[in-house]
T-cell receptor, first 111, second 115 residues
Framework: RKEVEQDPGPFNVPEGATVAFNCTYSNSASQSFFWYRQDCRKEPKLLMSVYSSGNEDGRFTAQLNRASQYISLLIRDSKLSDSATYLCVVKGAGGSYIPTFGRGTSLIVHP | GAGVSQSPSNKVTEKGKDVELRCDPISGHTALYWYRQRLGQGLEFLIYFQGNSAPDKSGLPSDRFSAERTGESVSTLTIQRTQQEDSAVYLC?????????????FGPGTRLLVL
């Protein structure tokens, strides 16, 4: 089993739709969780950290479920500019400072 | 302020030649990471530097790969005797520290093509 798994997609949704991605991780001792966004031929950029209590930033909501070992990202009212690959990142198992990146989920928002 | 910068942006080389890639982290960031991303693939960890500690080289794919960092500033990734399979985007990232909650800031990457 891969350490961090994501559905590669693509998720193809119309503008205004709500879309959700999940990411599962294998190491229950993981401590920190992040969502990054990567546009085509660009570097990854932090979208949001994921906290145990869940957190929201505008149209984006991230949740952590430690019992089932997954994190989720919900995007409401999708915009064309949301089209990108969303990378799940997990860090801190056994005190490790090396993040583990998922392969990403591709989102395409169409008019 | 200035972000992470990398040079060159693009590099085309012939198989068997050596290449050197450069990363300038954000000022004051003690942690620096190198990753490789092949076309359509995820990020592959290569090496990690934290302050003056010995680097974690556990991700380097072969002894043709090496990296150095001068104090808490510039880092160079060297690939000797390049192979076509080395073609990828090489990304550098830095963070304030190595603490687990710290986020990483990425440079724009160097696109390496080995002919």
């Amino acid at each position: 089993r891969k350490e961090v798994e994501q559905d590669p997609g693509p998720f193809n949704v119309p503008e205004g739709a709500t879309v959700a991605f999940n990411c599962t991780y294998s190491n229950s001792a993981s401590q920190s969780f992040f969502w990054y966004r990567q546009d085509c031929r660009k570097e990854p950029k932090l979208l949001m950290s994921v906290y145990s209590s869940g957190n929201e930033d505008g149209r984006f909501t991230a949740q952590l479920n430690r019992a089932s070992q997954y994190i989720s990202l919900l995007i409401r009212d999708s915009k064309l500019s949301d089209s990108a690959t969303y990378l799940c990142v997990v860090k801190g198992a056994g005190g490790s400072y090396i993040p583990t990146f998922g392969r990403g989920t591709s989102l395409i928002v169409h008019p | 302020g200035a972000g992470v910068s990398q040079s060159p942006s693009n590099k085309v080389t012939e198989k068997g030649k050596d290449v050197e890639l450069r990363c300038d982290p954000i000022s004051g960031h003690t942690a620096l990471y190198w990753y490789r991303q092949r076309l359509g693939q995820g990020l592959e960890f290569l090496i990690y530097f934290q302050g003056n500690s010995a680097p974690d080289k556990s991700g380097l794919p072969s002894d043709r790969f090496s990296a150095e960092r001068t104090g808490e500033s510039v880092s160079t990734l060297t690939i000797q005797r390049t192979q076509q399979e080395d073609s990828a985007v090489y990304l550098c990232a830095s963070s304030t520290s190595a603490a687990v909650q710290e986020t990483q800031y990425f440079g724009p990457g160097t696109r390496l093509l080995v002919l």
